[in-house]
């Protein structure tokens, strides 16, 4: 989700900008939300890739209905094997297309040198950017929000699990896809504690039965803290509720960007991942970053490799709730 959400500016700006060009944009039906207040020439398409477009048949249904749509140009986003392949049935339907530059030797490199001895690499954002501009279309990334600066009223069905709004509101999403993104939870749970006695009500996020299960945990031991897990409605309910938030606390993960998107402060924790890699939350503030200068940083550039070290991700077990509280509190 967080890749997809790091389209939107891209795509908004250049909807924006363009205003007689239709742009279709082919993802995961879940993610229909995220695109839902786009502008007009944005249509977003659902794909069922377990269903409807299951294999190489489904590939080709797919591709087939990219044909029908008599597109003028094709913008792979993704870079992986099926968008490889439909890249390569519309080079051969003569349709005109570019693909992202993932950077994947860059990367590579910035994980053997360090983050500490080696320079920001280019985001993944601008990535996103410069496939346009490969296809002719030059614009300035000018999002801000997708509620475009509205104040979007909450849902009934929301507000019935916040309450009124009588003091600051702070999400906190402490899960991630990967161990080496995921704060030890008991230090996390102290932040919620620490915010909860100060006055502040805290949203806790997250999804599954497993998480849902520590969030009601915490809910119940701290009082002020609420857990919006399986609660809200969906996606789209959950973007209104990041709106209405003085901030949101989450790892590097999709979190962080779904508060970019509604123009929502974000308090990112850094662990085996680091924001030199390009993944930092659009119009973020870089000081908002929780994370430790280590030399072994990044270890990974998803997080998804086991700690090398002895000490065991002391990228993550070294960072305190003090830390990360004091963060929070700082522009609030």
């Not at 995921?182 to 009500?201: A, D, F, R, W, Y």
């Amino acid at each position: 989700m967080g890749d997809v959400a790091m389209c939107v500016p891209v795509v908004w700006s250049l909807a924006y900008k363009y205003k007689d060009l239709e742009i279709f944009f082919l993802s995961r039906k879940n993610f229909a939300p995220i695109f839902a207040q786009l502008p007009e020439n944005v249509k977003f398409i659902g794909i069922d890739l377990k269903n409807d477009y299951k294999g190489l048949a489904g590939l080709n249904r797919l591709f087939r209905q990219i044909k029908e749509m008599k597109v003028d140009a094709f913008a792979d986003l993704h870079n992986v094997l099926r968008t490889k392949y439909l890249r390569f049935r519309t080079f051969l339907a003569g349709i005109k297309n570019q693909v992202i530059n993932k950077g994947r030797l860059e990367k590579k490199r910035l994980t053997n040198k360090g983050a500490v001895n080696s320079k920001p690499l280019k985001t993944t954002i601008s990535r996103y950017q410069d496939v346009f501009s490969k296809l002719g279309f030059q614009f300035d990334l000018d999002f801000k929000s997708i509620f475009q600066g509205k104040d979007v009223p909450i849902p009934a069905e929301v507000s019935a699990v916040t309450g009124e709004k009588n003091s600051q509101w702070i999400g906190i999403a402490p899960f991630a896809a990967h161990k080496g993104k995921i704060l030890p939870l008991q230090t996390m749970e102290n932040v919620v504690k620490s915010l909860t006695e100060k006055g502040l009500k805290v949203f806790l996020f997250g999804a599954g039965s497993k998480e849902t299960a520590v969030l009601e945990g915490w809910q119940n031991s701290c009082k002020g803290a609420i857990s919006v897990a399986g609660k809200l409605g969906g996606l789209a309910n959950e973007l209104i509720l990041i709106s209405h938030l003085d901030c949101m606390v989450s790892m590097d993960s999709a979190n962080m960007h779904l508060a970019s998107l509604v123009d929502t402060r974000a308090v990112s924790v850094w662990g085996a991942t680091h924001p030199a890699a390009g993944f930092f939350g659009f119009n973020q503030q870089e000081d908002d970053a929780v994370q430790l200068p280590l030399p072994c940083r990044p270890c990974s550039i998803y997080g998804n490799k086991e700690c090398k070290l002895s000490s065991k991700y002391q990228c993550l077990n070294d960072i305190t709730a003090e830390m990360v509280v004091e963060k929070i509190l700082k522009q609030q």
